[in-house]
C-alpha cells in the first residue's frame, strides 16, 4: 500500500559566519520524496564529533540513518566527489564554498530507489581577499589610497608598502592612504587575518613613483563681461629635469575641451567657470591645476512694485509703494528717483510714501559692465477731490479775465474760457459738457457759441477715488451790431 511523506524544510543560522568564507550559512533543506512501503528510505546525518562548518580543508564524516531494503548507497558530497557502498563515509573539502550533499540509496530487488539531498549542507570558509589601489602611476609625495577587496573570513589587513612601510588596520572595509618619498618601482603585499589563518596576496611592481611636472594656467583676461573671450596658455608648466611635457587637456567648464598648449574659448553667459589643466610629462608623471573665470552679466536695469502703484490718498493714511530691484549683472551702486524729489542709494526693496499726484520712478544702476537706467511712469496717488468750482473768463489775446457766471452772459462767436477753480488733487481728471453737443477733456477749456441761447453746462471731475459733477446755465446773447 502507497503512502506519502510530507516535505519538511528546515533553516538555521551559523554562528560563526564571520569566520568562514563566503556566507558561511547552516541552510538545510531536507526533502523526502514519496514513499512506497517496503522500498527504501534515504537520510544522512553529520557523524557525532564532525562539523558543517570550518576552514579548508575541511574532513567531515557522514552517517547513514536511511531505512528499508538497501543494496547499494551512493554519495555525491557537492564537490564534484562521490562514494559507493560506504555508509560512514569520510570526505575532505579542499577549497572554501557552500556544499549540496545527496546520498541516493537502491535496492535491485524491489527496484526501490529513493534519494535525500541537503541543501547548502557543508561551509568550507577560507582567507580571500585581493589588491585595489587608487593609481599605479604616482608623483612623489602623491597620496595612493589601497583597499583590500573580494574579503572572505578575513577580520584584519596588514600593509607592505614595499618601501620599508607598513600599515595594520582592522577596519578592512576602509582604504588606506600611503606616499612615497622615493622614486621607483614597488611592489605591494596585503596580508590577510581571520579565522582561518592568514593568506598573502603580492603585487610585483604594482606602483610606479616619478617625480611630476607642475602645472601652471596663464588665463587672460579671468574676469568680464558676457560673451567673454579668454585665452588659456600653457606656457608656465615645468618638467622635471630631462624630461618635457608631453600632452595638455584643457576642461573649460562649459562642456568644451582641448588638447592645444594654447587655446581660446568664448562664454557667452554669466557664470563662474572652473578651467582645469591636465599636463603629462615625458615620464609619465601627471599634475593638474584649476582657475576660475568670472562672466558678468550685462548691466542692465530692471525693477518691480511689490504693492499696487495706483490708489487713494487717505489723510489719515500713508500711500506706500514698495519696490523692489530686479537689475542684472554685477552692480557697484544704483540710485533710486522716486519721481517727487526724494531719492534712495543702494536700497534692494525701498519703501516709498506718496503725496498725491502723478509720478514716474527711475532707477539708474552703475556696475563692472556699463550703466543702464530704468522707469515707471504710471505710479497715481489719488486723493478725495475738493468741493467744485467752476469759473468762466474772457479771453482777450493771452488774457483770461474771469467773470460771473451767475449774473454776467457771455456773446456768440466770442472766445471763452471755461475753468476748474476747485484746486489740485491727485489723477484728476475732467469732463466739460456746453450744452450744444460739445465736449472737452482739459482742465482749462476754451470754446465759443456759435449762436445765441440758454446752455447747460457741466463739469465733472473724477479721479481713482472720487467724482463729483457741477451744472450751471450760461446765456450767450447775439453780438451787438457794429
Not at 547548502?120 to 612623489?140: E, K, N, P, Y
Not at 587637456?249 to 553667459?269: E, M
Not at 554669466?270 to 562672466?295: C, H, M, P, Q
Not at 544704483?334 to 543702494?346: C, E, H, P, Q, S
Request: hydrophobic fraction near 40%.
Amino acid at each position: 500500500m502507497a503512502r506519502t511523506r510530507l516535505i519538511v524544510v528546515l533553516l538555521a543560522v551559523c554562528a560563526t559566519a564571520a569566520l568562514y568564507s563566503p556566507g558561511c550559512d547552516e541552510l538545510v533543506t531536507e526533502t523526502i520524496e514519496v514513499t512506497i512501503a517496503g522500498h527504501p528510505t534515504a537520510d544522512f546525518k553529520l557523524a557525532m564529533g564532525s562539523t558543517d562548518s570550518g576552514c579548508a580543508p575541511l574532513s567531515v564524516q557522514f552517517d547513514d540513518e536511511s531505512n528499508g531494503p538497501i543494496k547499494k548507497w551512493t554519495w555525491y558530497f557537492g564537490d564534484g566527489d562521490s562514494a559507493v557502498n560506504d555508509t560512514n563515509p569520510i570526505h575532505v573539502y579542499d577549497s572554501a564554498g557552500v556544499y549540496n550533499c545527496t546520498l541516493k540509496v537502491e535496492d535491485p530487488t524491489t527496484e526501490g530507489v529513493d534519494i535525500e539531498i541537503k541543501q547548502r549542507f557543508i561551509v568550507v570558509g577560507t582567507i580571500v581577499a585581493d589588491i585595489q589601489v587608487s593609481d599605479t602611476l604616482a608623483c612623489l609625495g602623491q597620496p595612493i589610497s589601497f583597499r583590500g577587496v573580494n574579503l572572505g573570513g578575513v577580520t584584519g589587513l596588514v600593509w607592505d608598502f614595499g618601501d620599508s612601510t607598513t600599515q595594520n588596520t582592522s577596519e578592512i572595509d576602509s582604504a588606506v592612504t600611503h606616499e612615497y618619498d622615493s622614486a621607483g618601482i614597488y611592489t605591494v603585499e596585503l596580508r590577510a587575518l581571520g579565522g582561518c589563518g592568514s593568506r598573502t596576496y603580492t603585487k610585483t611592481d604594482l606602483i610606479r613613483v616619478v617625480e611630476c611636472p607642475d602645472a601652471v594656467i596663464t588665463a587672460e583676461p579671468l574676469a568680464g563681461c558676457a560673451p567673454l573671450k579668454v585665452v588659456l596658455a600653457d606656457t608656465a608648466s615645468t618638467a622635471p629635469a630631462g624630461e618635457f611635457i608631453s600632452t595638455q587637456q584643457w576642461i573649460f567648464g562649459n562642456g568644451q575641451v582641448s588638447a592645444n598648449a594654447i587655446d581660446s574659448v568664448t562664454y557667452a553667459t554669466a557664470d563662474s567657470f572652473e578651467v582645469k589643466l591636465y599636463v603629462t610629462a615625458s615620464n609619465g608623471g601627471r599634475d593638474s591645476a584649476v582657475d576660475t573665470i568670472v562672466v558678468h552679466d550685462v548691466t542692465g536695469a530692471a525693477f518691480a512694485t511689490l504693492t499696487p502703484i495706483r490708489g487713494c490718498k487717505i489723510p489719515s493714511r500713508q500711500f506706500q509703494v514698495k519696490f523692489q530691484n530686479q537689475s542684472t549683472g554685477a552692480l557697484d551702486s544704483f540710485l533710486w528717483r522716486f519721481g517727487d524729489g526724494d531719492t534712495a542709494w543702494n536700497d534692494p526693496t525701498p519703501v516709498h510714501a506718496y503725496d498725491a499726484g502723478y509720478y514716474a520712478c527711475t532707477l539708474d544702476v552703475w556696475g563692472v559692465c556699463g550703466a543702464d537706467m530704468a522707469v515707471m511712469d504710471s505710479i497715481i496717488a489719488a486723493s478725495t477731490l475738493p468741493p467744485l468750482q467752476l469759473g468762466v473768463g474772457e479771453v482777450a489775446g493771452q488774457v483770461i479775465t474771469l467773470i460771473n457766471l451767475d449774473t454776467d452772459t457771455g456773446v456768440a462767436q466770442a472766445d471763452y474760457a471755461f475753468v476748474d477753480l476747485s484746486g489740485a488733487a491727485g489723477g484728476k481728471r475732467w469732463r466739460w459738457s456746453f450744452g450744444d453737443g460739445s465736449q472737452d477733456t482739459d482742465s482749462l477749456s476754451y470754446y465759443a457759441y456759435d449762436t445765441a441761447g440758454i446752455y447747460q453746462i457741466s463739469l465733472t471731475i473724477f479721479n481713482e477715488c472720487d467724482s463729483l459733477e457741477l451744472i450751471d446755465t450760461f446765456v450767450v446773447d447775439t453780438p451787438p451790431v457794429r
